[in-house]
């Protein structure tokens, strides 16, 4: 999972630890992996972990009746070596967090759906999202298939912790990894998705699934990035009522963040919310692991680039959801204080803040020495 030329000196710190077993990376980083360690013994941080006795990640928060429920990842050490593609995040299930306020004692809800129990499934579920509408929870889920290929399915269930229960086939049309599921305030539902490198959706360049396609191979480095997708669902939640179509972000001149420009352009795990009538999608840039947005007047797009909303976190992987809960907005997002691991990580909270322009103010999970 690595491309060192692109890592900032934290996240290769970060990295150079989720490596340690990895021949290829570990005669050149011993010396950041000393580093690494003695950054774990010592870092502070603006958070901690909302619960330890799992591992959890790319947490999607939302507010049901009145209370916080969380649909994280529940990361597993599956002894999968690590990789570019991302096998070592082989999860097999869904544990649903709730809170009835920040800061308040966390709940896990034991387990909401079981890989076992999706009858189309492969292996590695990844980052779920959730919704309720007119009397049903539904938890969409990315998860590859029984051929190897990412495809995103929906459960259904009376509780907003489940127990779910998995639709017999994945949502058709889907593809690619990390649903995220927006209600607009006239109340249609969109779904944001899709990643590249081991979230697959350059083997979806041409518009059909390549199983030969590269994991890394992006196109042209002076193209319009690859970026991500985004459908309306039908009334009945469980399918989409059109084509996918991409998401576009545009930089300050209005023309497309190109393929080579790591900093800013889509890598993965999307999040739409609304602010003052604005629509900011929000998404990491993977291989430089900042959380971004950008802001436009459409669910569909396009977006201006804005900006960095959280600097790179301990760990490879940053994936987020932004909440307006009581008033205050918060970011869940998370990192690998708990294990030191790529692969095993935990789920945090902490306000963010929007300037009277509607600019985020960037945060650092960092506590300044
Ligand atoms: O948790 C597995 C994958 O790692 C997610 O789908 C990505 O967003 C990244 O966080």
Not at 5 to 25: D, E, M, R, T, W
Not at 220 to 226: G, I
């Amino acid at each position: 999972m690595l491309k060192i030329k692109h890592l900032p000196a934290l996240a290769l710190i970060g990295a150079a630890v989720a490596c340690q077993g990895n021949k290829s990376s570990q005669a050149n980083s011993a010396d950041s992996i000393t580093a690494t360690k003695d950054t774990n013994k010592t870092a502070k941080f603006i958070s901690k972990p909302l619960v330890s006795h799992i591992y959890t990640a790319d947490p999607s928060a939302h507010v049901f009746n009145g209370k916080i429920y969380i649909y994280p990842s529940h990361d597993i050490d599956a002894g999968v070596p690590e990789n570019d593609n991302g096998d070592h995040f082989a999860m097999r299930d869904y544990h649903v967090l709730s809170m009835d306020s920040i800061g308040g004692p966390v709940k896990d809800n034991g387990v909401a759906l079981d890989i076992k129990d999706i009858p189309w499934a492969g292996r590695q579920l990844w980052a779920p999202d959730a919704a309720y509408e007119n009397g049903t929870y539904y938890l969409y889920f990315p998860v590859k298939d029984k051929q190897d290929m990412f495809q995103i399915g929906v459960a259904t269930s009376k509780s907003p912790v489940g127990p779910f229960k998995a639709q017999p086939q994945p949502i058709k049309g889907s593809f690619s990894i990390d649903p995220s599921v927006f209600k607009d305030t006239d109340g249609s539902y969109y779904m944001y998705f899709g990643g590249i490198w081991g979230g697959q959706l350059q083997r979806w360049a041409k518009g059909t699934y390549d199983a030969n396609g590269s994991k890394t191979d992006l196109g042209k480095d002076n193209e319009p990035a690859l970026t991500a997708k985004v459908a309306k669902l039908g009334k009945n939640m469980l399918e989409f009522s059109e084509s996918p179509k991409d998401v576009m972000i545009l930089d300050e001149n209005g023309k497309p963040l190109l393929t080579k420009d790591h900093d800013r352009r889509f890598f993965e795990g999307s999040w739409m919310y609304k602010y003052n009538g604005k629509y900011y999608f929000t998404y990491s840039t993977g291989d430089t692991h900042r959380l971004c947005y950008a802001i436009g007047s459409s669910p569909y797009g396009p977006f201006t680039y804005k900006g960095v909303i959280l600097k790179p976190v301990q760990g490879w992987t940053t994936h987020h959801s932004i909440v307006e809960i009581k008033g205050k907005w918060y970011l869940f997002y998370h990192d690998t204080e708990l294990s030191g691991k790529t692969w095993l990580r935990n789920v945090k909270v902490t306000e963010l803040k929007h300037r009277p322009d509607g600019s985020i103010e960037t945060i650092d999970e960092f506590v300044k020495p």
